[in-house]
């Protein structure tokens, strides 16, 4: 039967992930999701997640943005917050990444308001949400909790809590 299948497929490609074998459990992923219906929507949401991490590592951006989508509408029609904040926080990383900042801002912010505590009450999250609102300025940026960030490169600076990202918190 097509459930019995999926979550046979879902263990092979957890098994697959937990060995490196990104391609195989890439795979594997892939027909499971394809073979679960919305009577497992929480397990399909479980399989997205890991295939759209497994297209990123890969690198097929544009794919896994697509599977964290799927993810994001099953969670709203399911009612499950915290599913939709991850998807919303991946979706936000991968914008980020293909360098659509008004996207990437507007799901982190969303991810971060799913989890209660808002764009602001994440130090990486605040940090990143400057970034992309005036990357290209060099000098710093006053936070709303009365903090500077200076940019000091892609990748090299690292926040009081010690979250890497782009700016330096003073």
């Given at each position: 039967d097509k459930r019995r299948a999926a979550y046979c497929l879902i263990t092979?490609?957890?098994?697959?992930?937990?060995r490196s074998l990104v391609d195989r459990a890439h795979v594997l992923y892939a027909s499971a999701v394809r073979l679960l219906d919305l009577d497992d929507a929480v397990a399909k949401m479980d399989a997205?997640?890991?295939?759209?991490?497994?297209?990123?590592r890969l690198g097929r951006t544009r794919e896994a943005l697509g599977h964290f989508e799927e993810m994001l509408r099953l969670a709203w029609h399911l009612d499950l917050?915290?599913?939709?904040?991850?998807?919303?926080?991946?979706?936000g990383r991968l914008h980020g990444t293909l360098g659509a900042h008004n996207q990437a801002l507007r799901h982190l912010e969303l991810a971060?308001?799913?989890?209660?505590?808002?764009?602001?009450?994440?130090?990486?999250?605040?940090?990143?949400?400057?970034?992309m609102t005036a990357e290209n300025n060099q000098g710093g940026y006053r936070l709303p909790d009365g903090?500077?960030?200076?940019?000091?490169?892609?990748?090299?600076?690292?926040?009081?809590?010690?979250?890497?990202?782009?700016f330096v918190c003073h």
């Open positions: 092979a490609a957890a098994d697959a992930r937990a997205l997640y890991a295939l759209g991490d497994l297209a990123q917050p915290a599913k939709g904040g991850a998807a919303h926080g991946r979706l971060g308001q799913l989890r209660g505590d808002g764009v602001f009450g994440m130090p990486w999250l605040r940090v990143h949400h400057r970034n903090g500077i960030a200076s940019p000091v490169g892609r990748g090299a600076g690292r926040c009081a809590n010690g979250a890497g990202h782009p």
